[in-house]
């Protein structure tokens, strides 16, 4: 089955120290994204790729980095420099439209990440 | 102001009643737009894309009103596994979405 998988479900760690999360996407997308979700409030976006070894920062960006060695991959690793980690981590694929119309992003289960 | 609004609820509906969201945007140059639900503690999920001519699937309408900025999802006979957060999302820039906060249903027996 074609997807997007996101691995560990749930991740503790303690203050201080760096933590990678894992993306993979088997829909050969072009474009894949890391958001962020607290309580309450909306998906903000931390980076976003658009081909192999290409990224750019999303809104909220400091303290986080990634990387996009290949197309399938494209992990988010948090920083100690991350004030408040503690969030559920969600990462996402599409495919770029044509005519500039733009095409869904699919998602994957998500991290629960949670600072001790 | 922000990009995507959206009123939170909840809304408290019984089953098969009818129930709209609507949602307001910022950009003015948004070109595709999207309602997305979310089930407690999982992922978004694709409802539908949102068209200027307005579309239906089954039980859900959505329309898109591009003089005001605003677009709407109305449910029809609701089910009580309707009950979730809807996102509104739009287009912020190149392959690039704004989701908005959601409005969260609950339908009731």
């Known amino acids: 089955d074609g997807g997007i998988t996101q691995s560990p479900k749930y991740l503790f760690r303690k203050e201080g120290q760096n933590v990678t999360l894992s993306c993979e996407q088997n829909l050969n997308h072009d474009a894949m994204y890391w958001y962020r979700q607290d309580p309450g409030q909306g998906l903000r976006l931390i980076y976003y790729s658009q081909i192999v070894n290409d990224f750019q920062k999303g809104d909220i960006a400091e303290g986080y980095s ?11 690793t948090v920083t100690s420099a991350q004030k408040n980690p503690t969030a559920f981590y969600l990462c996402a694929s599409s495919q770029y439209g044509s005519g500039g119309s733009y095409n869904e992003q699919f998602f994957g289960p998500g991290t629960r990440l949670t600072v001790l | 102001r922000k990009e995507v ?66 677009i709407s999802l109305l449910i029809r006979d609701s089910k009580l596994s309707d009950s979730a957060t809807y996102l509104c999302v739009v287009t912020g820039g190149f392959q690039k979405l704004v989701f908005g906060t959601g409005t969260r249903l609950l339908v009731s027996p």
């Open chain 1, 66 to 76: 990634v990387s996009r060695e290949k197309k399938e991959s494209f992990p988010l």
């Open chain 2, 5 to 70: 609004e959206q009123d939170p609820g909840p809304f408290n509906v019984p089953e098969g009643a009818t129930v709209a969201f609507n949602c307001t945007y910022s950009n003015s140059a948004s070109q595709s737009f999207f309602w997305y639900r979310q089930d407690c503690r999982k992922e978004p999920k694709l409802l539908m894309s949102v068209y200027s001519s307005g579309n239906e699937d089954g039980r859900f309408t959505a329309q898109l009103n591009r003089a005001s900025q605003y």
